[in-house]
Every structure is written in C-alpha cells, then in structure tokens.
C-alpha cells in the first residue's frame, strides 16, 4: 500500500501546476504550491502514508461536516434541517443569490457558506467563546488529537475579509435561520475554518464516519443515523459545485477546503486524508482529486 501512495503521489505531483493556491484570505497564499500527500488508516489500526502528510493547513471548508455533527448532537436532526436543506445548489460554495430568490427560504445544505453559517449558530454555549470550545474540543475527540488548534492569523483574515460572509449572516437573521447572535455565528465560522490540521488528522476523521461514529477506542460518539446524514450530505454536496463529476470519477463521500484538504470515507473500510493546496477553479485541490481518482480506480473504492 505504503508503494501504492508513493507512486500516486509522485505521479500526481506535476498537476499541483494546473491550479492556484487560495489567495482571497491574507496568508493561506503562503501555503506551497507543489505540495501533496496522503494517510490513510484503515479499519484494521493500520496506517500508511505518502508525501506532505505531516504538513499543517487550514482545515477550511471540512470543519462543515464536524459543526454540523455537533450542531444535531445539540438540537436534533429534525430542527437542524428546519433551517437548512439538503439539495446541493450547483452554485459557487459562497454564493449568496438563492438565500432571497429560491422559494426554499433556507440555506440549500448545511456545506455551502450560508447553510454552515447558519449551523454554526445552533451549537450550544453561552458566547462565542464556548461555542467554539465545545466545537474544538468535539473536533480533537474525533481526531484523536488533542494539540489542534486556531491559526490565529488565519482567523484574523477570514473575519477581516469576511463581509460576503457577514452579508449572508444578517441575512439568515432577517429571516429567523439565525436565531441567537449573528456576530457570534460568524465567528464561530471564521474560527472553525481556521483550525490547524494535517493530512493524517483528516484520515482519522474519515475513519470515524467510516466507522460510522465510532472511535478506536469503541465508543460510539455520534449515532449511525447522523453518520449517514454526513455521508449522505459528503456525497452529494462536499465537493461544491463539482460533486457530480467527483462523485462520477471517484465514487467515495469527500469534502473538500480551500486549505487544500480533502477527507474521504470508504464506509467500513478506511478513511483517506489528502493535502494538495493548488486548487482547481472549483476551490478543490487539483493533484488531491486526480490522486483520489487513481487511488479509488487501482483499489475498487467507489460505493456505486
Ligand atoms: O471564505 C470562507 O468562508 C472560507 N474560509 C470557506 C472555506 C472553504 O473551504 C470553502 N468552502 N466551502
């Protein structure tokens, strides 16, 4: 296997020249363009890795999939998706034109900016402060790793820059998506999407949803039910606006960031971790998804 990853990276490593490193936020542009790794662990304990798996980045966009676990642990999974759908919307991930113009009258699904904003506000906490604890200390559970933590620069350049996010913020609270303080939901939001982690970190929370909610230690931390709803939700909505085609090419639950990262679930086999920050127009890593399709073609992993 560990050979297997060695030569996909290597082979894939000349697309990271196809695409550009997210430059929209201060500081994410400083990551390495021709990078690329993978970690895989599968669901027998063992583990294998290629290139930059140890590389820290910005988990981005994949923190959607964990705030949502955490916002139907809280409120349930019928009054989540009272405020947020479930169709994939075809647009852009920070598209801000259907929140007035569809009929819906909600966020389309909880992974585009809108619909995560919007979650983001449902975790439970008195303040900002505590909603993201309760947010971060969930996520080091599920990774197992007890050292990640906010890149504080990061942080301070999605909520400077941030007003596209903040427009569609007041928006859900005009509408009553957003029921407590929007300022709060926002900067839960621009935290969650600055956590440090590495290739590897994301494996393992591949491996948790391919255990369906279970850690290694045998507990089971969220329901099979909500584990399916994120598979569900990864599959037809977790690679943006291309989640069609991804789902066509490589047939496995990813989500994607504008970190670089990918996460991918083979149900009851294995969780992969993939970091690439050259991004397609998309917003996903460009080398991350070839090397996910040659990975899934060479070991049978589509789901359909
Ligand atoms: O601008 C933002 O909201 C980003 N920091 C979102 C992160 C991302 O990966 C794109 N999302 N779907």
Redesign the pocket.
């Known amino acids: 296997m560990e050979d297997l990853l060695r030569n996909l990276v290597k082979k894939n490593l000349g697309k990271t020249k196809l695409g550009e490193v997210a430059n929209y936020?201060p500081e994410l542009d400083k990551a390495k363009k021709d990078a690329l790794g993978v970690y895989i662990y599968n669901i027998d304990q063992e583990e294998f890795g290629a290139g930059d798996y140890d590389v820290k980045f910005t988990i981005?966009?994949i923190s959607k999939i964990l705030s949502l676990m955490l916002a139907i642990l809280d409120n349930g999974e019928e009054y989540v998706f009272s405020k947020v759908g479930m169709e994939p919307t075809g647009d852009p991930?920070?598209s801000i034109t259907k929140l007035e113009t569809s009929s819906r009258k909600k966020p389309y699904n909880p992974?585009?900016?809108a619909g995560a904003i919007a979650v983001s506000s449902m975790i439970h906490g008195r303040d900002a402060r505590e909603k993201f604890q309760r947010l971060l200390d969930f996520i080091r559970k599920i990774t197992e790793d007890e050292t990640l933590d906010v890149n504080y620069k990061i942080y301070c350049g999605?909520s400077e820059t941030?007003n596209k996010?903040r427009a569609m913020g007041y928006f859900l609270k005009s509408q009553g998506i957003i029921e407590g303080n929007v300022e709060d939901a926002l900067d839960v939001y621009f935290k969650q999407?600055s956590i440090e982690v590495t290739a590897k970190n994301l494996a393992k929370i591949g491996l948790f949803l391919a255990r369906s909610g279970k850690l290694s230690s045998g507990e089971q931390v969220i329901s099979t039910r909500i584990a399916t709803i994120i598979k569900t939700l990864m599959v037809t909505c977790g690679m943006?606006d291309n989640s069609g085609e991804f789902a066509v090419r490589v047939g496995i639950p990813s989500k994607s960031?504008?970190?670089g990262g990918i996460v991918s679930v083979v149900p009851g086999k294995m969780g992969i971790g993939v970091f690439g920050p050259s991004l397609d127009k998309k917003?996903n890593s460009v080398a991350g998804v070839a090397l996910l399709e040659e990975l899934s073609k060479e070991l049978n992993l589509t789901i359909f």
Do not use: T
């Open positions: 936020i981005q966009s991930f920070n992974l585009i900016n999605e941030g996010n999407c943006y960031g504008v970190g917003g």
